[in-house]
């Protein structure tokens, strides 16, 4: 891999991490990421494994084998992936990303009910957590 390769991949992982940090993730990029016993090229509070791709030619099997087996069995995996001059794209198994559609429709759902009060939908929310 050359230098500006690498240079590439640090910045893109760099995005990413930002990208979660700003809704609220505290991550951090793993450094050295691939060459350490800490797998995912992201670190931190995430509630999944994240590989991320910065290239121009997608390889979306491969890296979705890549992250589902650094991921261990049964753990969630995303990947996060753009090429030049795009927007990032995510990757994920197909049923994650069904539950969390579904997700998001329940919360709309509770949130009608409860009047569109924002703080009663969070109260309920954390009242459902702590259970």
Known sequence: MSNS????GKS???EVAA????????CDRT????????????????PVHVEVKR???ARPWLWAEQAATDAGAGARWL???????????AMM????????LELER???????ELGGNASAVLGALVESVRR
């Open 106 to 112: 329940l919360l709309l759902e509770l949130v009608d």
């Open 5 to 8: 390769e690498r240079r590439k």
């Open 79 to 89: 990947v996060a992936m753009r090429r030049s001059r795009s927007p990032w794209l």
């Open 12 to 14: 893109g992982e760099l």
């Open 55 to 57: 290239q121009e030619v």
């Open 31 to 46: 450094p050295n990421s691939g060459a350490l016993r800490i797998r995912g090229d992201l670190h931190g509070d995430l």
């Open 19 to 26: 990208i979660f940090t700003d809704a609220g993730f505290d």
């Open 93 to 100: 198994p197909l049923d994650e990303a069904v539950r969390l």
